[in-house]
């Protein structure tokens, strides 16, 4: 059977590049792009969109089998600053969107499902370096607990009905093509709208506060290489670890200096700090990297160059 993809919250953070990249791996009208909101213009001009609301399960059923879909990735989420402002709505989203798409694989309807999970599994009890792919998750936001869930119901459906399902622990992403999506580890993106366009920073993280980031074009790369890789390579069927650099608030200001030098940071911790105290420091990823060859590109000065350089256009 010829591939045919259908990506669930395409214009958010990580679905609107995602869709630019499947489609340029597996041509244009082979990857149907879907939100409950439509997508940017080269997103609708490039392919086919389609509105979908990921919550309506007859709706998603449908567009899978007009479209004789093989695989599905569920980018749709609410993230995690958002999230605890509407709990329910982040839970029932988060969840029931799914539970969709797992129960029309466990019915043969899709071949293979990609399930983001995220670093907000982990919670203040977990080892914060270094943190291992199995460690105590006691996540405490609404976001981590959803998808902590998430991850025991997709090992329970690979365990019990054999649904290949593949999932990866994002870090923070960091990208210039979207605008800042209500995650914690938004401040990474925020920094570099807010300095050029004002040359000052006020950080809602203190200065010290180191995270795991990573760069989308290395979040993409894993993202279809775990789609891409042999079914026998896959053996975590939760989520599997991933990292690319780890930085804090100060460290991030002092690279955007070296193009900006008179930039200026402040520190104003809110709400936000309490759901990064709670997150790993750095994450040990070595069974990504060994299970299906996963390996980073981008270091922090890197990837500070290619923001500036592409929000400066």
Known sequence: MKKRILIIGASGQIGTELSVRLRSVYGNYKVIASDIIVGDEAMMKEGYFEILDAMDYEAVEDIIMRNEIT?????????????????????NLNMNSLFNVLNLAKEGKIEKVFWPSSIAVFGP????????QKAIMEPSTVYGISKQTGERWCEYYYNNYGVDIRS???????????????GTTDYAVDIFHKALKHGKYISFLNAETTLPMMYMDDAI???IGIMKAPKDSIRIRSSYNLSAMSFNPKE?????????????ISYEPD?????????PQSIDDSDARNDWGWKHSYSLDEMT?????????
């Open 71 to 91: 695989d599905v990735y569920l980018m749709a989420a609410m993230l995690s600053a958002t999230a605890e402002k509407f709990p329910m709505k982040a839970w």
């Open 125 to 132: 009890t977990t080892p914060t370096i270094k943190t291992p």
């Open 168 to 182: 990866i622990r994002y870090p923070g992403l960091i990208s210039y093509t979207t605008i800042p999506g209500g």
């Open 221 to 223: 790369n894993a993202t």
């Open 252 to 264: 991030i200001a002092e690279s955007i200096k070296k193009h900006i030098p008179e930039f200026e």
């Open 271 to 279: 709400f936000r700090q309490k759901i990064a105290d709670s997150w």
């Open 305 to 313: 160059k290619i923001m500036i350089e592409n929000l400066k256009k």
